[in-house]
T-cell receptor
Framework: KQEVTQIPAALSVPEGENLVLNCSFT??????LQWFRQDPGKGLTSLLL?????REQTSGRLNASLDKSSGRSTLYIAASQPGDSATYLC????????????FGKGTLLTVNP | DGGITQSPKYLFRKEGQNVTLSCEQN?????MYWYRQDPGQGLRLIYY???????QKGDIAEGYSVSREKKESFPLTVTSAQKNPTAFYLC?????????????FGSGTRLTVV
């Protein structure tokens, strides 16, 4: 059974700092990994999607890496801003006979002005 | 713009009452999903549908039912058999079961038992 762990559970940083969020998964047989952002009381917004054959994806100040063999992904946020404050969720898609995403519990990020 | 629309945003249910949450997508996606989110527990899969007129139970299907009569629509009914229905419900879709383009989520429905 796939399990996804996100560390840390919460993170508070001053504005302008570069930061890394971590995601690990137990079964390396994945199709892709997706990072989401969730604001309080809102749905999930997709940030980055990394296919199993890729090593990283970039969008603006965000960079996500994937090391499938070790079961790890990181989300790097450059020059953090107060507007980046949200919960960040990592999810892996394993496919096979169990078509679903498996989510981590998220990292609650607070960027202080 | 294409996307997923969930309604209502807030829903209140009395004890013993069935309620239905709406999920509509105009992305032309084959696969649709319902997740439940509780504080400290992350997202858990309730039901999923790979194609019209077909659906399967997820990890926590007891007390819920779904239908998939149209490609665009995947409503979720929370029945009186669901003992603890208060939660945030999220609907999602993907282009197909292999989710090569990832998942798209709606804005959610918050259900409260009164």
């Amino acid at each position: 059974k796939q399990e996804v762990t996100q560390i840390p559970a919460a993170l508070s940083v001053p504005e302008g700092e570069n930061l890394v969020l971590n995601c690990s998964f137990t079964d390396s047989a994945i199709y892709n990994l997706q990072w989401f952002r969730q604001d309080p009381g809102k749905g999930l917004t997709s940030l980055l999607l990394i296919q199993s054959s890729q090593r990283e994806q970039t969008s603006g100040r965000l960079n996500a890496s994937l090391d499938k063999s070790s079961g790890r992904s990181t989300l790097y946020i450059a020059a953090s801003q107060p507007g980046d404050s949200a919960t960040y969720l990592c999810a892996v898609y394993s496919g096979g006979s169990n078509y679903k995403l498996t989510f981590g519990k998220g990292t609650l990020l607070t960027v202080n002005p | 713009d294409g996307g997923i629309t969930q309604s209502p945003k807030y829903l209140f249910r009395k004890e013993g009452q069935n309620v239905t949450l709406s999920c509509e997508q105009n992305l032309n996606h084959d696969a649709m999903y319902w997740y439940r989110q509780d504080p400290g527990q992350g997202l858990r899969l309730i039901y999923y549908s790979q194609i019209v007129n077909d659906f399967q139970k997820g990890d926590i299907a007891e007390g819920y039912s779904v239908s998939r009569e149209k490609k665009e629509s995947f409503p979720l009914t929370v029945t009186s058999a669901q003992k603890n229905p208060t939660a945030f419900y999220l609907c999602a879709s993907s282009i197909n079961s292999y989710a090569g383009d990832g998942y798209t989520f709606g804005s959610g429905t918050r259900l409260t038992v009164v």
